[in-house]
């Protein structure tokens, strides 16, 4: 029980230390590269749609706004964060999350561009894996990109836990 105790207490920290790297590198990319981030408010639409019935918008920018969507997405993008690491410290144990390597963090954060491309951009009327979109092939690439970063996030976000809390 002690043991996952501690593995919560780490995911919450190194979630959120990983969405926040992954969220400055947005910002990077955008002025960078001139690359628009993700609206987080229309991911709050889409999630708040969800308990409605709809799972599928074609788009979601079409959508009828939902009151408080922006607030709703930014939890829900920190909220996957943190089970991201949860799902990380399950395959890892505390010895890995006491020792973080970075291998284990970058094939996770990797493996998590399954949920925008199986999930999200479908629902969000992108189709399977972006194919909706005008340039599939780049979307796809950013997004893999973006998730290794959040995989980087999730090594960087643990090794500043191990110091502080070894």
């Given amino acids: ?37 993700l609206d987080y408010a229309l991911v709050g639409r889409w999630a708040a749609h969800l308990p409605r019935g709809r799972f599928v918008h074609r788009p979601i920018a079409a959508t009828a706004p939902v009151l408080g969507e ?43 561009v399954a949920a925008p491309w199986l999930l999200m951009q479908p629902g969000m009327g992108a189709g399977l894996a972006a194919r909706r979109t005008p340039r599939p092939w780049v979307a796809r690439w950013h997004g893999l990109v973006t998730h290794a970063v959040f995989g980087l996030g999730l090594y960087l976000a643990a090794c500043a836990l191990s110091v502080l809390s070894p």
Avoid: K
Avoid at 79 to 105: K, M, N, Q, S
């Fill in 1 to 37: 029980m002690a043991e996952l105790a501690e593995l919560l207490a780490r995911a919450v920290p190194i979630g959120i230390g990983a969405t926040v790297v992954m969220d400055l590198w947005a910002l990077v990319r955008g002025r960078v590269f001139g690359l628009p981030s």
């Fill in 70 to 112: 922006r607030p709703l997405g930014w939890v829900l993008h920190y909220a996957t964060g943190i089970a991201f690491a949860l799902v990380l410290l399950g395959i890892g144990g505390l010895d890995w999350a006491r020792r973080p390597t970075p291998g284990l963090a970058l094939l996770v954060g990797i493996g998590t």
